[in-house]
């Protein structure tokens, strides 16, 4: 039995009005998203001596600690 390959005319589910879908904007919530984020990349063998958030955190504590004791 061969499958019948070709696509839908129109994939969108019924629930959606597609009127109300046209106009979106790519990103246009992105810069206030980035300035509520604070995101650190880091570099493979630092990701790899601290595997996690808190690894990372404790480790900065105690530098920030060292520089500005309370």
């Given at each position: 039995?061969?499958?019948?390959?070709?696509?839908?005319?129109?994939?969108?589910?019924?629930?959606?009005?597609?009127?109300?879908?046209?106009?979106?904007?790519r990103?246009?919530?992105?810069?206030?998203?980035?300035?509520?984020?604070?995101?650190?990349?880091?570099?493979?063998?630092?990701?790899?001596?601290?595997?996690?958030?808190?690894?990372?955190?404790?480790?900065?504590?105690?530098?920030a600690?060292?520089?500005?004791?309370?």
């Amino acid at each position: 039995m061969k499958k019948d390959e070709t696509p839908p005319d129109d994939d969108l589910r019924p629930e959606y009005d597609p009127c109300v879908l046209k106009g979106g904007v790519r990103g246009k919530h992105l810069q206030r998203y980035q300035s509520g984020t604070n995101l650190a990349l880091l570099a493979p063998n630092i990701r790899a001596a601290f595997p996690t958030d808190e690894a990372v955190n404790q480790a900065l504590r105690s530098l920030a600690e060292d520089r500005h004791p309370a």
